[in-house]
C-alpha cells in the first residue's frame, strides 16, 4: 500500500476522498430521517483531509504534515486579497443578480445592508465548520499544488474542479443537493479557478481557501433571501437552479485568464524564487509542504 502511494500520490488522495466520504455518508443514503450536518462534517473530513495526511505521512512524514498544517494558520497576505476572499463573492454575486433578474436586487441589498452584513458575516464563520475546514486541506492544500505541477494550472484546476462536483453524487442520491450536477459542475469548475488565482497569489494559504469557499456558501444563502418574487418560470428556474453563480464564477473565471494570461499567476515570483530560494528547490518544482517553492514568497498581486 505505501509503495502505490509514493508512486501515485494524487491517484492515491482522489480515491481515498471519494471512498472515505462516501462510506462516512452511506447511512444518509440508508436513512433520509437523519441529520445531514453532522454527516457532511463526518464526510468531508474522513475524506479530503483524512485522503491528503496519509498520502503526506506516507510520502514526506512527519516533516511534511508539520508543514501542512501551519498553512492551516497561515494568515499573512495582502489587504487587498482578504478583502477579495472575504467580500468578492458576495459583492460579484449581487451585481450579476441584478443585472440578470433587474435592479430590486440592488435596492433590497443596500436597503437592509445592515441586517445581511452581520448575517453574512455569521453564516461565514459557521458555514466553515459545515464543509469548508475539512474539505479544502484536501483539495486546495494537497490537490491543487500537484494538479499544478504535473498539467499546468487551467488544466490542473479544470481537472479539480470537475472532480469536486462529483465527490457530490451522494448528495444527489440522498437528497440534500439541490442544484442539478451539471450546474454544479459549472460552477465547481470556473469558482475553482478564481480559487487557484487567490491561492496562488496567497502563498498556498489553507486558512485563506478555507473562507473563500465559505465566503462564497454564505453570499450564495444572503443572495437568496434579497431575490425578488414573482419571477417568471424560465428566471424562476434560472435563478433557483443555481444558475446564477454559475454564470458569475464563470465570468470571472474567464476574466482571470485572460488577465493572467492563462497562468492563474501560477509561478508569478519565480523570478525572486529563483534568487532567493535556488539552492534549496528547483523553481517549479514542490517543496515538502506540497506548495511550490516560488510560492513561499511575499504575496503580490497579479
Known amino acids: 500500500m505505501k509503495n502505490a502511494i509514493s508512486k501515485h500520490p494524487l491517484l492515491s ?21 437523519l441529520p445531514v450536518e453532522p454527516f457532511q462534517i463526518l464526510g468531508a473530513l474522513a475524506g479530503p483531509t483524512l485522503a491528503a495526511v496519509v498520502v503526506i505521512a506516507v510520502t514526506t512524514g512527519k516533516a511534511g504534515l508539520g508543514t501542512f498544517f501551519k498553512r492551516y494558520v497561515q494568515w499573512r497576505a495582502g489587504i487587498i486579497w482578504w478583502l ?8 460579484a454575486l449581487t451585481i ?24 453574512y458575516l455569521i453564516t461565514l464563520g459557521v458555514g466553515v465548520i459545515l464543509g469548508p475546514l475539512w474539505e479544502e486541506p484536501g ?7 500537484r494538479l499544478q505541477a504535473q498539467f499546468g494550472p487551467v488544466v490542473g484546476t479544470l481537472a479539480l474542479g470537475v472532480l ?6 451522494p448528495g ?30 496567497t502563498r498556498g494559504s489553507i486558512l485563506l481557501m478555507i473562507l473563500l469557499h465559505s465566503s462564497s456558501n454564505a453570499a450564495i444563502f444572503i443572495g437568496s433571501k434579497v431575490l425578488p418574487t414573482g419571477l417568471s418560470a424560465g428566471m424562476n428556474a434560472l435563478v433557483y437552479g443555481g444558475w446564477v453563480p454559475a454564470i458569475t464564477y464563470t465570468i470571472i473565471a474567464v476574466g482571470v485568464i485572460l488577465v493572467t494570461r492563462g497562468t492563474l499567476s501560477y509561478g ?27 510560492l513561499n514568497d511575499d504575496a503580490q498581486i497579479e
Open 96 to 119: 450579476v443578480a441584478a443585472l440578470i433578474v433587474g435592479p430590486s436586487v440592488i435596492t433590497e441589498f443596500l436597503t437592509n445592508i445592515g441586517l445581511i452584513l452581520p448575517t
Open 268 to 294: 508569478r515570483s519565480d523570478s525572486l524564487a529563483a534568487r532567493r530560494k535556488s539552492k534549496d528547490f528547483p523553481v517549479g518544482t514542490l517543496s515538502q509542504s506540497g506548495v511550490p517553492a516560488s
Open 13 to 33: 488522495f482522489f480515491a481515498m476522498a471519494f471512498l472515505f466520504s462516501w462510506i462516512a455518508v452511506m447511512p444518509l443514503l440508508l436513512n433520509h430521517a
Open 139 to 145: 483539495w486546495r492544500g494537497f490537490a491543487l499544488p
Open 164 to 169: 469536486w462536483a462529483l465527490w457530490h453524487i
Open 172 to 201: 444527489y442520491l440522498g437528497g440534500w443537493m439541490s442544484a442539478g450536477l451539471p450546474v454544479l459542475i459549472v460552477s465547481s469548475a470556473a469558482f475553482s479557478m478564481i480559487m487557484t488565482w487567490v491561492y496562488n497569489n
Open 84 to 91: 477579495v476572499v472575504l467580500f468578492g463573492a458576495l459583492l
